[in-house]
């Protein structure tokens, strides 16, 4: 299994990113697929996820701003952020899962995740 993200970088607060995760060596169209945060100091956090049929959930502080999507044809797992603030500065790692996805952060497969900086 291999997940790539890209897209992290430093924006100024209200700003934007779209983070990306390259997924390969697996059935991604069967896993379930999230992006998760960790800021320093703190625990991993469940910021989205996505059903294999599409299925989106997301996070009470990211519920408006943040778009998770995924493309099964061409392995990409997507997360659009919006209306950047202080609190969303944190690694954001991809990660995927072959069991019913459920909110939590026990994924069997990570990426080495992405950084985020929101100033």
């Known amino acids: 299994v291999q997940l790539v993200e890209s897209g992290g970088g430093s924006v100024p607060a209200g700003g934007s990113l779209r983070l990306s995760c390259a997924a390969s060596?697996?059935?991604?169209?069967?896993?379930?697929m999230g992006w998760f945060r960790q800021a320093t100091g703190k625990e991993r956090e469940t910021v989205a996820i996505?059903?294999?049929?599409?299925?989106?959930s997301y996070a009470v502080s990211v519920t408006g701003r943040f778009t998770i999507s995924r493309d099964n044809a061409k392995h990409i797992l997507s997360l659009q952020m919006n209306s950047l603030n202080a609190e969303d500065a944190a690694m954001y790692y991809c990660a995927a899962d072959p069991r019913p996805c459920r909110w939590s952060t026990d994924f069997g497969y990570w990426g080495q995740g992405t950084q985020v900086t929101v100033s």
């Open positions: 996505i059903s294999a049929n599409g299925g989106p």
């Open positions: 060596r697996f059935d991604y169209s069967r896993h379930c």
